[in-house]
Nanobody
Framework: HVQLVESGGGSVQAGESLRLSCVVSGYRYSTYCMGWFRQVPGNEREPLASIDSDGRTSVADSVKGRFTISQDGAKNTLYLHMNNLKPEDTAMYHC????????????????????????WGQGTQVTVS
């Protein structure tokens, strides 16, 4: 049973930084794509960043230069580092993991990107004012 638990969200002022964490448990695959997406009620899920089992990372153009992704294998933890936050970054942030699949979709963020990463956490709210 795969479980992803996010933390680190909160309310911050524009220009500040946050680091989101996602602890992954019960994940048995050696090949994977993991990442972060966010959602505002009424809007589509927006992919933000991904990392694969080889450590290759990709960041969506919408947040490139401000957000980065990393992982700590020893702690089974995925991170999203967010700098220079803006009010439009206000959303629920989720981490997600594929079921052992990996392909170009992991890095190219197609429209159906989130459907590939069907193991999700409950999310952590980020509010920027």
């Amino acid at each position: 049973h795969v479980q992803l638990v996010e933390s680190g969200g909160g309310s911050v002022q524009a220009g500040e930084s946050l680091r989101l964490s996602c602890v992954v448990s019960g994940y048995r695959y050696s090949t994977y794509c993991m990442g972060w997406f966010r959602q505002v009620p009424g809007n589509e899920r927006e992919p933000l960043a991904s990392i694969d089992s080889d450590g290759r990372t990709s960041v969506a153009d919408s947040v490139k230069g401000r957000f980065t992704i990393s992982q700590d294998g020893a702690k089974n933890t995925l991170y999203l580092h967010m700098n220079n936050l803006k009010p439009e970054d206000t959303a629920m942030y989720h981490c997600a993991a594929s079921g052992g699949q990996l392909g170009r979709w992991c890095y190219e963020f197609p429209v159906n990107w989130v459907s590939w990463l069907y193991n999700w956490g409950q999310g952590t709210q980020v509010t920027v004012s």
